[in-house]
């Protein structure tokens, strides 16, 4: 069964940076569709970004857009968060998964990763 598997978070003040990594243990990564997820304390999971299979299509949340990109290297397996300009209130756990559909909706994943803590300090 693939695995995903996410890095990069950690303890940030506002206003920093941190690109988040997610790789799969499969080749078969290429084929699917991948999006970033977060859950902040106490909160529902919501929609970060989405990539399609090749990288040329990409959608992220209204709340993230101008400062969050999502980017993937299908030779390495792996999707990319890269996030800037962040606030206290991004805090939460993030996670990839994969889907068959371009969708910003939890439901379509089908695998996901075990999640990496972003913690951005005001």
């Known amino acids: 069964q693939v695995q995903l598997v996410e890095s990069g978070g950690g303890l940030v003040p506002a206003g920093g940076s941190l690109r988040l990594s997610c790789t799969a243990s499969?080749?078969?990564?290429?084929?699917?569709?991948m999006g970033w997820f977060r859950r902040a304390p106490g909160k529902e999971r919501e929609f970060v970004a989405v990539i399609n299979l090749s990288g040329a299509i990409t959608s992220s949340a209204d709340s993230v857009k101008g400062r969050f990109t999502i980017s993937r290297d299908n030779a390495r397996n792996t999707v990319y968060l890269q996030m800037n300009s962040l606030k206290a209130e991004q805090t939460a756990v993030y996670y990839c998964?994969?889907?068959?559909?371009?969708?910003?909706?939890?439901?379509?994943?089908?695998?996901w990763g075990q999640g990496t803590q972003v913690t951005v300090s005001s």
């Open positions: 998964a994969r889907s068959q559909v371009v969708s910003g909706s939890a439901e379509s994943y089908h695998c």
């Open positions: 499969e080749r078969s990564f290429r084929s699917y569709n």
